[in-house]
C-alpha cells in the first residue's frame, strides 16, 4: 500500500491562504469519507486538526478547513499565520491490505 | 486530562523482540480503538496497527503481519506493541494513539526504538 501523495512543501505569505493536496486513489481517498489531517511541529506528536474529510475538532481554529473531491482531499489553511508553521499528514482508511495509510506530509513554511 | 504516555523504547540489536506499552488515563479506555503510530527518524508517519475496544480485532499494516502483535488490558488501562525479530527498518518514534476510523484524535509523545548492532 503506497502512501498517499502530498507535495513536500508550501509556503505562503502571513495572512494569505494556502492549500494542501493530499492524493490517493479509488480504494483509499476515493472509496471513504474517512479522511482526516494533523499538524506536527518538530519533535511533537501530531494534532488533529482536520476528522472526516471537513470537520473541525473542538478548540481547532476555523482557519483550517478540509473537502475533497474525488480521489484528492484538500486542506485550507486561511490568514496564514507563524504558528501555522509546521509538517502537515493526510490519513486516509484503505480498501488495501493495509487499513489505514498515511500521506507523504508537507512542510508548510510562512514567509 | 487525558494523558498517553508510551514506555519501553530501547536500544537492540537486530532480531530483538521488544514490547512497548501506553498508559492511558483521563478517559474511558474501555470505549475506545487504540493504535500504534510510527516516525522514522526524519521521515513521515506509518500507521502500524489497531485494536479494537474489546480487545478482540486487531489490524496491522501488510508490512508488519506475523511480527508485530498487539494487545490492551483493560484493568490496567494499557495498551501493548510486542515487536519481534527487530530489523533497522524498524527503527522510530513509535506513537501511541486513540482512534476513531481515520482520527487519531488523542497521542502520546511517543517512545523511541532503535534497532542497531
Known amino acids: 500500500q503506497s502512501a498517499l501523495s502530498q507535495p513536500s512543501s508550501v509556503s505562503g505569505s502571513p495572512g494569505q491562504s494556502i492549500t494542501i493536496s493530499c492524493t490517493g486513489t479509488?480504494?483509499?481517498?476515493?472509496?471513504?469519507?474517512?479522511v482526516s489531517w494533523h499538524l506536527q511541529y518538530p519533535g511533537k506528536a501530531p494534532k488533529l486538526i482536520i476528522s472526516d474529510v471537513s470537520y473541525r475538532p473542538s478548540g481547532v481554529s476555523p482557519r483550517f478547513s478540509g473537502s475533497k473531491s474525488g480521489n484528492t482531499a484538500s486542506l485550507t489553511i486561511s490568514g496564514l499565520q507563524a504558528e501555522d508553521e509546521a509538517d502537515y499528514y493526510c490519513?486516509?482508511?484503505?480498501?488495501?491490505?493495509?487499513?489505514?495509510?498515511f500521506g507523504t506530509g508537507t512542510k508548510v513554511t510562512v514567509l | 486530562e487525558v494523558q498517553l504516555v508510551e514506555s519501553g523504547g530501547d536500544v537492540v540489536q537486530p532480531g530483538a523482540s521488544l514490547r512497548l506499552s501506553c498508559a492511558i488515563s483521563?478517559?474511558?479506555?474501555?470505549?475506545?480503538?487504540m493504535s500504534w503510530v510510527r516516525q522514522a527518524p526524519g521521515q513521515g508517519l506509518e500507521w502500524v496497527a489497531n485494536?479494537?475496544?474489546?480487545?478482540?480485532?486487531?489490524e496491522f499494516a501488510d508490512s508488519l503481519k506475523g511480527r508485530f502483535t498487539i494487545s490492551r488490558d483493560t484493568a490496567k488501562n494499557s495498551l501493548y506493541l510486542q515487536m519481534n525479530s527487530l530489523r533497522a527498518e524498524d527503527t522510530a518514534v513509535y506513537y501511541c494513539?486513540?482512534?476513531?476510523?481515520?482520527?487519531?484524535?488523542?497521542w502520546g509523545q511517543g517512545t523511541l526504538v532503535t534497532v542497531s548492532s
Open positions: 494513539a486513540t482512534q476513531s476510523w481515520a482520527n487519531f484524535a488523542y
Open positions: 479509488s480504494r483509499d481517498v476515493g472509496a471513504y469519507n474517512y
Open positions: 483521563g478517559f474511558n479506555f474501555r470505549s475506545y480503538w
Open positions: 490519513v486516509s482508511r484503505t480498501s488495501g491490505t493495509t487499513p489505514y495509510v
Open positions: 485494536i479494537d475496544a474489546d480487545g478482540r480485532l486487531q
